[in-house]
């Protein structure tokens, strides 16, 4: 039950990126995250993120 979960899980996050990207593009993901503070605020966060999973 928690690998299908998980499996939907990204298969959702999997059609989401896509529809960001075939919209905006890879670079419009960045520029709008970068076009305020609170974009960069999130942006350094997921930074943090995912840099803390990679050292543990």
Known sequence: MFRFITVMVLLLFLGLT???VWQ???V????FQLSSYAGMQVLA???IAL????LW
């Open 28 to 31: 419009g993901l960045f520029t």
């Open 51 to 54: 840099g803390l999973f990679l």
């Open 45 to 47: 966060d997921l930074v």
């Open 24 to 26: 905006h593009g890879y």
């Open 18 to 20: 896509a529809v960001a």
